[in-house]
């Protein structure tokens, strides 16, 4: 049974910072491609960033690039979405997924096998 559960979010001032952890079980995370993903209330999900399944290739969306970092550890079967210099637009619930037996992460949300439950991560002004 795979199973990825998200955690970390919460509610951060505008300025701050926030790590969102996703644990996965159930599967072989090394053989994953993971990707993070957001959706702000009455907006669609969007794509955040990826990281390959050794983490030598990361992509991110240009809304959060140079604030944001996506980092994993195979050994922990965790991939990590650190987020600096918050702003309230970044209010959304974030969702990690997993790409079974892809290396390289895609910004479609078609691509993912698994999903998280997501997070609430709230940014106050």
């Known amino acids: 049974q795979v199973q990825l559960v998200e955690s970390g979010g919460g509610l951060v001032q505008a300025g701050g910072s926030l790590r969102v952890s996703c644990a996965a079980s159930g599967i072989t995370f090394s053989r994953c491609a993971m990707g993070w993903f957001r959706q702000a209330a009455g907006k669609e999900r969007e794509f955040v960033g990826g990281i390959s399944w050794s983490g030598g290739t990361i992509y991110y969306e240009d809304s959060v690039k140079g604030r944001f970092t996506i980092s994993r550890d195979n050994a922990k079967n965790t991939v990590y979405l650190q987020m600096n210099s918050l702003k309230p637009e970044d209010t959304a619930v974030y969702y990690c997924?997993?790409?079974?037996?892809?290396?390289?992460?895609?910004?479609?949300?078609?691509?993912?096998?698994?999903w998280g439950q997501g997070t609430q991560v709230t940014v106050s002004s």
């Open positions: 997924a997993a790409d079974w037996n892809v290396g390289s992460p895609s910004r479609l949300l078609y691509e993912y096998d698994f």
